[in-house]
C-alpha cells in the first residue's frame, strides 16, 4: 500500500465523508480519496479551506478534515485555526513536509527547519504529530482524529512527508481509537442535586458545551423539572428552544434581556452549563448575581477564571446532566410551578428604538423573523449583534464568539448546499472573504445577507470591557452588484427579495442598506 493509499484509507476507516482541499492536491492523492469514497471540496487557498471545514465542523459536530499540500501553505489560515481553538471547534489538517530524508536544502514551500511548521502552530493545536513511514500514517491520523474530538474539540495537526506518498509498505491497522469524555464525579453530581432541589429560584445558564455534547433534550428535561428559567450564551442560541416559556434570552448583563437579567439577579442557585463566561455573551462580564453558583465545563480550564464558583463541575456536559436528571427525578416527585412562565410571558416587548426613516439592523432581523431557515451562519460584528436576537429552536445556529477571523456566515452557507440556510455578514466580511465568494458562489444554495452600513461603525472592546459600537470614521462605498446581489432599502423590499423564489438552487445573495447612523437593540452606541 502507498502512502495515499494508506491516508485514504484510514480516513475511510474513521468516518470522514469530506475532505476539504486546495487546487495543489497531488492527482494521486486525488485519485486516491474518490476511490474511497472521500468527497473533495476544493478551494483555491487553504484560508477557504480551513474556513469551510471550520463551518462544517460546528454544523455537523464533528471534526472538519483539511489536506494542505506543501503544508506551508497552511499558514494562510492560521487566523481560522486560531479561532476554531479559541472557540472549540475541531479541525483535523493535514499538512505535508516537504521531505524527511534530506532537508533544509531550501525548497520551494519549505521553511528554514522541519519543525517549523509545527512550532508555529503549537499554541493553536491541541495535538501535532509527524508520520515519516507509511506504517505511521493510519495510527498517527486515527490518534489526531481522536485528540480534536475528545473532551474540549479543538484542532489538530498531523504532518506527513510528501516521500511517503510514492513508497509502499504495509500500514499499521487502526487501533479503532474513540474520542473520549470526561465522566463527572457522582459526589459532585450528588451535590448539584441536592442545591438545586432546594432551590427558590434557580436559573440555568446554557453554553456551547451543551450543544457539542448533544444535551439538548436532557436541558429541556432538566429545566422542566426544576422549573427553571434558562438563559443561552451567543454560541450556545439553539440549546434551548426560543419558544419554550421557560426560555429568558440569550446574553448576560448588558446585552442580557431584561427578564434573563432579573432572573439572574433574584435568583439563590445558578447553573452554568458548558460555558467559558466570554466577554461577548456577558457584556464584558457585566452580569450580577448573588446566588450559589455551579460552573460545568468539559476540563476545568476555564473555571475560576470569570467567576469563583461555590461549586466546580469538570466533566463532559451531557454525561453530567445524565446522571443529575437520574438523582433529581428521585428527589423530585411533583410538579414545580414557580410562576416563572407566566413572568417571561408577561415580560416580551419590542425593542424601544427611535423613530427612523432608513434600515436599522433590528428592522432586518424582525423581518427575518417572519421567514424560517433551516440554519443559520452569522459573522457576528456592530451591525450584526442585532441577530442574537433572532429566535432558534434548535441545535442551527453557527457563529464566533472570539472573532479572530471574518467569513463564517459566508463559508457556511456555502458549504451547507442547503437551500434554506441563511448567512449573515457584514461588508469587511465580504470583502475578506472575495474569493472564497467568487469561486463558490455558483455551486452554493441558500440566502446570504449582507448587513450593509458601509463598515461606517465597528464593534469596540478596547474603551472599556463592555462591547459598544463606535463609528469608524470612513465610509466605504462598493457596489456589489458583480456579485449578483439584490439591492434593498426598505423592508417591503427585503420581503419581496426574500419571497422571490426563483434560483431556489442557486445562492440568493441580498445587500442590505443599512443607514450608518443606526440604533442596536441590544448594544449601547458611542
Same mark, same amino acid.
Given at each position: 500500500m502507498t502512502g495515499d493509499e494508506a491516508l485514504a484509507y484510514v480516513l475511510k476507516e474513521i468516518g470522514t465523508k469530506k475532505v476539504f482541499t486546495t487546487v495543489s492536491l497531488p492527482e494521486n492523492l486525488r485519485e486516491r480519496l474518490k476511490e474511497y469514497e472521500i468527497e473533495q471540496d476544493i478551494s483555491l487557498n487553504s484560508r477557504d479551506a480551513l474556513l469551510l471545514a471550520e463551518t462544517y465542523a460546528m454544523e455537523n459536530n464533528t471534526a472538519g478534515v483539511v489536506i494542505q499540500i506543501p503544508g506551508t501553505e497552511i499558514l494562510n489560515g492560521i487566523d481560522v485555526i486560531a479561532q476554531a481553538y479559541a472557540d472549540s471547534v475541531p479541525l483535523l489538517i493535514i499538512g505535508s513536509l516537504r521531505s524527511y530524508r534530506d532537508v533544509g536544502r531550501a525548497r520551494i514551500g519549505e521553511l528554514r527547519t522541519p519543525d517549523d511548521l509545527s512550532s508555529t502552530l503549537a499554541p493553536i493545536t491541541k495535538l501535532r504529530e509527524r508520520a515519516i513511514s507509511i506504517e505511521e500514517i493510519t495510527v498517527t491520523v486515527e490518534k489526531a482524529n481522536k485528540e480534536a474530538l475528545s473532551n474540549r474539540p479543538r484542532p489538530a495537526f498531523v504532518e506527513i512527508a510528501e516521500d511517503l506518498f510514492k513508497m509502499k509498505a504495509y500500514p499499521l491497522s487502526p487501533a479503532e481509537q474513540k474520542p473520549e469524555k470526561r465522566t463527572p464525579d457522582k459526589n459532585t453530581v450528588a451535590k448539584v442535586a441536592e442545591v438545586l432541589s432546594n432551590s427558590k429560584l434557580p436559573v440555568i445558564v446554557s453554553g456551547y458545551g451543551? @450543544?457539542?455534547?448533544?444535551?439538548?433534550?436532557?436541558?429541556?428535561?432538566?429545566?422542566?423539572?426544576?422549573?427553571?428559567?434558562?438563559?443561552?450564551?451567543?454560541?450556545?442560541?439553539?440549546?434551548?428552544?426560543?419558544?419554550?416559556?421557560?426560555?429568558?434570552?440569550?446574553? &448576560?448583563? @448588558?446585552?442580557?434581556?431584561?427578564?434573563?437579567?432579573?432572573?439572574?439577579?433574584?435568583?439563590?442557585?445558578?447553573?452554568?452549563?458548558?460555558?467559558?463566561?466570554?466577554? &461577548?455573551?456577558?457584556?464584558?462580564?457585566?452580569? %450580577?448575581?448573588?446566588?450559589?453558583?455551579?460552573?460545568?465545563?468539559?476540563?476545568?480550564?476555564?473555571?475560576? %477564571?470569570?467567576?469563583?464558583?461555590?461549586?466546580? @463541575?469538570?466533566?463532559?456536559?451531557?454525561?453530567? &446532566?445524565?446522571?443529575?436528571?437520574?438523582?433529581?427525578?428521585?428527589?423530585?416527585?411533583? %410538579?414545580?410551578?414557580?410562576?416563572?412562565?407566566?413572568? @417571561?410571558?408577561?415580560?416580551?416587548?419590542?425593542?424601544?428604538?427611535?423613530?427612523?426613516?432608513?434600515?436599522?439592523?433590528?428592522?432586518?432581523?424582525?423581518?427575518l423573523m417572519d421567514f424560517k431557515f433551516s440554519k443559520i451562519f452569522v459573522d457576528l460584528s456592530a451591525v450584526t449583534f442585532d441577530m442574537i436576537r433572532y429566535p432558534v429552536e434548535k441545535p442551527v445556529w453557527f457563529t464566533s464568539e472570539s472573532i479572530i477571523s471574518k467569513g463564517i456566515g459566508i463559508a457556511g452557507v456555502i458549504q451547507s448546499k442547503d437551500k434554506n440556510a441563511l448567512g449573515v455578514t457584514d461588508l469587511p466580511s465580504i470583502t475578506r472573504n472575495l474569493g472564497l465568494l467568487q469561486s463558490k458562489k455558483d455551486e452554493a444554495k441558500g440566502t446570504l445577507i449582507i448587513f450593509n452600513d458601509k463598515a461606517s461603525t465597528y464593534l469596540d472592546t478596547t474603551a472599556s470591557d463592555a462591547p459598544t459600537i463606535k463609528r469608524s470614521w470612513s465610509s466605504i462605498n462598493i457596489d456589489l452588484k458583480f456579485l449578483g446581489a439584490i439591492d434593498v432599502n426598505s423592508t417591503a423590499e427585503l420581503k419581496e427579495a426574500l419571497n422571490n423564489n426563483e434560483g431556489d438552487n442557486k445562492l440568493r445573495i441580498i445587500n442590505v442598506n443599512i443607514d450608518p447612523q443606526y440604533d442596536s437593540s441590544v448594544l449601547i452606541r458611542m
Open positions: 451543551v @450543544i457539542t455534547s448533544g444535551a439538548y433534550n436532557e436541558l429541556i428535561e432538566l429545566a422542566e423539572l426544576l422549573d427553571a428559567p434558562v438563559i443561552t450564551t451567543i454560541k450556545g442560541k439553539g440549546s434551548f428552544p426560543a419558544s419554550h416559556q421557560l426560555f429568558a434570552g440569550e446574553g &448576560l448583563g @448588558i446585552i442580557g434581556t431584561d427578564i434573563g437579567n432579573k432572573l439572574l439577579a433574584e435568583a439563590d442557585s445558578i447553573l452554568f452549563l458548558g460555558t467559558r463566561l466570554t466577554q &461577548l455573551s456577558t457584556g464584558g462580564w457585566s452580569m %450580577k448575581f448573588k446566588g450559589f453558583t455551579m460552573h460545568n465545563n468539559i476540563d476545568g480550564e476555564d473555571i475560576g %477564571k470569570v467567576i469563583m464558583p461555590h461549586l466546580p @463541575i469538570v466533566a463532559d456536559t451531557g454525561l453530567f &446532566l445524565k446522571e443529575l436528571l437520574v438523582l433529581l427525578k428521585q428527589k423530585i416527585k411533583d %410538579k414545580i410551578d414557580r410562576g416563572i412562565r407566566y413572568e @417571561i410571558l408577561r415580560s416580551k416587548k419590542e425593542p424601544e428604538l427611535r423613530a427612523h426613516s432608513g434600515l436599522w439592523p433590528w428592522d432586518v432581523v424582525k423581518t
